[in-house]
């Protein structure tokens, strides 16, 4: 009988592993074609589609970029990590929170395609994300709401990039895992860094300046948006390849925490 903390590990190494290939593939398509790239988070979702099996991986990368983000709210809430309760831990915990909410708006585009007959080809390039967003502003405080996960967002920013440049991520990894892992992880951060700034600043001025639900931008749409920024959208599309790669040896080397089976809540052990 598999207990919760071995599916706990399992459904996070999916996640890992659909992390891979949606980081990949959107290195991949920034870098060799300009048409899809400037679809946004679809066009990625498009191009897996085109893959052999490509809807089957569409259901699996849903499963496991829930799963991510159920990963990541876990850190917020019961500090799986060890992060701590002092702003700093509060900083990095909030950081993973907006990261969660990040891969769900993820997966629900790619739900939303896998089950689209028309294979996603009407609407904005970010529909579901603007769709949510709209529905957020409809309440009193929606506003207030989505600038305040634009924050989270910069928080998560400012700590993907601290973690790029100090390899401080190292030591959640295996010493089994390949020699370049340090390289793979730093570049795929400073590249995370810049994406989810892009995205929590759509989010800030929906939010906080009246900019409305067609600002916000998803992960392909805030890549597309620097196609026009030179050396600064090709370090960028490099560097969430080599992400995806770095996803890859995570969801086999990944330490995961422990999920204690009587409390149900999951533990970090190095």
Known sequence: MVDKSEKFNWLVRVGYFSRAILYFVLGLIALTSAQKIAEGTNGIF??????????????IMVVGLIAYALFRFCSLLFDIENNGSDAKGWGKRIGHAGSGIAHLALAYSAYKLATSDTGGS???????????????????????????????????????AKKGITGSFMHRISGQAPDFTRWLGGAG??????????????????????????QIKTLGDAVASLAGEGFIFTLTAIGLLLFGLFSLVLARYRIIPDLDSDAGVPKFRA
């Open 122 to 160: 009407s609407g904005s390039s970010g529909g579901g994300a603007q769709e949510a967003a709209s529905g957020v502003l409809g309440f009193e405080f929606g506003g207030i709401v989505l600038g305040l996960l634009g924050i989270a967002l910069f928080v998560a920013a400012f700590h993907q």
């Open 189 to 214: 951060f400073l590249a995370r860094a810049v994406v989810y700034t892009v995205i929590g600043w759509s989010l800030f001025q929906a939010g906080f300046m009246s900019g409305g639900a067609d």
């Open 46 to 59: 498009r191009a897996i589609q085109e893959f052999p099996l490509g809807t089957v991986i569409l259901w």
